[in-house]
């Protein structure tokens, strides 16, 4: 997996495909793909995420981003999850949140991300 230079961090993007992420093991598993290689971020496509991880009352996604804060990994969840918005003002107000405060980041696209990501708030 080729890492980019992203604001001055360096980010690892996963592959859209692959298995379904959402727990604290999944987290783990993430962790150790970047051992040893100097990475800051990783940015996962949504599509890899599980359906109900978007459901914050279950606390997959809490456990999840939780797990790359314990080793200081910062997360970027890439893609449009536009359809979960839309369900949830929870949601809505842990992506603005998580987004103002900046250590981990939802981004709608690459240029969101690239534009947007690790820049100081």
């Known amino acids: ?6 604001n001055g961090l360096n980010v690892m993007p996963l592959e859209s495909a692959g298995p379904s992420l959402s727990s604290e093991q999944d987290a783990l598993d993430v962790l150790g793909l970047t051992y040893g290689l100097h990475v800051d971020a990783v940015a996962i496509p949504v599509s890899r995420f599980a359906p109900d991880f978007f459901t914050l009352s279950n606390k ?3 456990h999840f981003i939780q797990k790359l804060q314990n080793y200081s990994m910062r997360l970027v969840i890439l893609g449009d999850i536009s359809a979960h918005l839309a369900r949830s003002t929870a949601l809505s107000d842990f992506v603005r949140e998580t987004n103002r405060t900046g ?3 939802f981004a709608a696209d690459q240029a ?3 534009a947007d990501f690790g820049r100081a708030r």
Do not use: C, N, R, Y
Not at 1 to 6: D, L, P, R
């Open 103 to 105: 250590h981990h980041f």
């Open 112 to 114: 969101a991300m690239e």
């Open 1 to 6: 997996m080729a890492i980019e230079k992203i």
């Open 60 to 62: 997959l996604a809490g």
